[in-house]
């Protein structure tokens, strides 16, 4: 291949990998495009798939232009399609008729803005007036960042002395040389962040003298979620423990990525998973939950024979527009199988014995055609499981049984009430009958005795309608409030309250590659809400968490959410018990960053004759401390000896 070729494969990839399409439709798309990535990728963003393929684009100076050339915008502002004149006067039919028309066109006129569609060669926009064009340009922003982070997803960024240092309560960022496995770095740090999961780890060595099933590369493991939860740097780069783990690689599509996600998880909990316990413990089921196929009929249930299984990764296909677009929804949805009248017996997917922790996999539903932002999928804070448990199973179908005949009672009160007030023609009866009353009342004629008998009497009437239609909407306004309260609160009973979950991490997707086009949002113990984006970790408002519309556009979003078992305030934040030598070790490098950082903060000081005490508490001292005197072999040293525990294994 020539250079050129090879330049230009380049860039098919990087663009098929940006817009998730085939190398050949990038192609078609690229050379319309002379091979200018960024233009393609606004084309491809607008609909164009390059259907015709011109010649390979070869290069050529810039005063040079190819005759060639395809300006989209250039040929869309000349061939804008004039609708025909409503308001055409035919003035060789009949006078009356005519005249009927001149009438019709004189009561049509509007004076002021044409509402012909604008030609875009004739625009003018004000020179004072902002232009608020957000979406193109938040669009243009992700584009122009994900080709920066693609072309260099090699590159780490080397940190300041001052970033480095871990803030109060801060989550620590876990980061990879490899990007393809960013989203296994992102995953490894909200488990750091569920107590079930960190007290599971630390106890891997304890059992490993007596069992021989422990997960590979122990040691390293439990360094590693160790210096996640006690070391005092902000990040941590991992050389050993995740590429041992060999996590797909991500090939920047949303569907590889929630898949290898899936997958890492799933290596991750059969390694935790089957490390036995100490005797005198019951087993935990911390990733691992039973399944089985259940029949449900009146108040008992049953297990079908040979149906029941472990699983570990719960997927829910969004998007679909049978269902409501929340987790809760299409979980009921994806476990009901079918219903018998005659019998009068459901078949569902029954989850036997929950598990500590559980993982939703966000798989988007392809749909063809699709030209507008999906509907955002909804998940909340906290949910029951118990509905979906098999114990509870008779009282769950009770419920879902009230469930759908109040859904029939809200279904045909709406249809009554747009009955009532749009008629069969879809008009607004309640604004026709007010303009009607207003007539008679203010201005129809009342000349005669019995002409204003006759205005009264039809206005009574008008009048007595009015209002019995309006306090009858009234009635059903307030009957659908009820009943959706009644909907909200079915399962809101004691018996199904017992298995409380807590939403801990949401991972979210932008729709382009790069190692920062992922991100997560984890919640801590005390409830605090942290977005990591590579090193960067910031804090957010809950809200923010729950309800990130990034991605949706581009069929992305977010793609996976991690809930454990509630557990209370004592339990969330009670420290877990490392082994001594590694938490020794950790404190130790902790110590050595501090006596660095307080010796170039007297150091400063001094310099500057400053009155600040060397008391004060170190995320003060460390917020106005310059790496640029510190010694490369020092700071190289010091992260060194803290930022990774695991190189000692």
Not at 72 to 80: D, P
Not at 389 to 413: A, D, F, Y
Not at 512 to 532: F, L
Request: with cysteine.
């Amino acid at each position: 291949m020539t250079p050129d070729q090879v330049k230009e494969e380049e860039s098919v990839v990087i663009l098929a990998g940006m817009m998730g399409v085939d190398n050949d439709q990038a192609r078609r798309v690229l050379r319309k495009y002379k091979g200018d990535v960024e233009k393609a990728a606004d084309a491809m963003l607008s609909g164009d798939q390059g259907d015709e393929l011109p010649p390979l684009w070869q290069p050529s100076s810039e005063s040079s232009q190819d005759p060639d050339y395809v300006d989209s915008f250039r040929e869309t502002a000349h061939t804008v399609a004039q609708p025909p004149s409503l308001n055409v006067i035919d003035l060789t039919g009949d006078d009356n008729d005519r005249t009927l028309k001149l009438s019709q066109a004189q009561n049509d006129i509007k004076f002021g803005p044409s509402e012909r569609a604008p030609d875009p060669g004739w625009q003018v926009v004000a020179t004072n007036t902002p232009i608020d064009n957000s979406d193109d340009r938040a669009m243009n922003e992700a584009i122009q960042a994900s080709l920066a982070d693609f072309g260099s997803s090699e590159e780490l960024e080397i940190l300041p002395m001052e970033e480095s240092v871990r803030e109060g309560g801060r989550p620590i960022a876990l980061r990879t040389y490899a990007s393809e496995i960013t989203y296994a770095a992102l995953i490894i740090q909200a488990f750091a962040q569920i107590p079930q999961i960190r007290r599971k780890i630390a106890t891997l060595l304890e059992s490993a003298e007596e069992s021989l099933h422990r997960p590979a590369r122990s040691p390293e493991l439990v360094e590693l979620f160790a210096n996640l939860d006690l070391a005092q740097l902000s990040s941590i780069l991992d050389k050993d423990v995740l590429p041992f783990m060999k996590p797909f690689s991500w090939d920047g599509s949303n569907a590889s990525l929630g898949y290898g996600s899936a997958d890492f998880i799933k290596h991750f909990a059969e390694a935790i998973d089957n490390t036995p316990t100490s005797p005198d413990e019951l087993p935990l089921r911390l990733f691992h939950f039973t399944h089985a196929r259940a029949e449900c009929r009146g108040s008992s249930s049953k297990l079908y024979e040979s149906t029941e299984q472990n699983g570990c990764v719960v997927e829910i296909q969004t998007g679909d527009p049978a269902t409501p677009n929340d987790l809760l929804s299409r979980l009921s949805s994806n476990l009901f199988r079918a219903h018998n009248e005659v019998t009068r017996t459901t078949t569902c997917d029954v989850i036997v014995h929950p598990s500590e922790v559980v993982v939703f996999y966000l798989k988007p539903m392809q749909s063809s055609g699709q030209t507008k932002t999906p509907e955002p999928f909804a998940f909340p804070k906290q949910f029951y499981l118990d509905r979906f448990i098999l114990e509870k199973l008779p009282l769950t179908e009770e419920k879902k049984t009230q469930e759908l005949k109040l859904c029939e009672q809200m279904n045909e009160l709406v249809k009554r009430r747009q009955l009532l007030t749009r008629g069969d023609q879809g008009r607004d009866v309640l604004t026709d009958l007010r303009a009607s009353l207003h007539y008679f009342e203010e201005v129809a004629c009342k000349d005669t005795p019995e002409r204003v008998e006759s205005v009264n009497r039809t206005a009574t009437k008008l009048r007595a309608l009015l209002d019995s239609i309006t306090s009858t909407v009234r009635e059903m306004e307030v009957a659908a409030e009820k009943l959706q309260y009644d909907l909200a609160s079915i399962y809101d009973v004691p018996e199904l309250q017992n298995h409380l979950y807590d939403l801990r991490a949401v991972f979210m997707h932008t729709g382009m590659p790069g190692r920062k086009q992922i991100y997560s949002y984890i919640r801590d113990g005390h409830g605090v809400w942290w977005k990591t984006v590579d090193h960067t970790v910031t804090e957010v408002p809950e809200e923010t968490a729950l309800t990130d519309p990034t991605g949706l556009h581009l069929g992305a979003g977010p793609y996976l959410l991690l809930y454990n078992r509630h557990l209370s305030d004592e339990e969330m934040l009670a420290p877990v018990a490392w082994p001594r030598s590694i938490a020794d070790s950790i404190e130790d490098s902790n110590k050595k960053l501090f006596a660095l950082l307080h010796h170039e903060a007297e150091e400063k000081v001094n310099a500057q004759k400053a009155t600040v005490p060397l008391a004060a508490a170190p995320t003060v001292l460390m917020s106005s401390l310059s790496s640029a005197s510190l010694s490369d072999r020092d700071a190289t040293q010091v992260l060194q000896d803290v930022e990774m525990q695991t190189q000692q294994g």
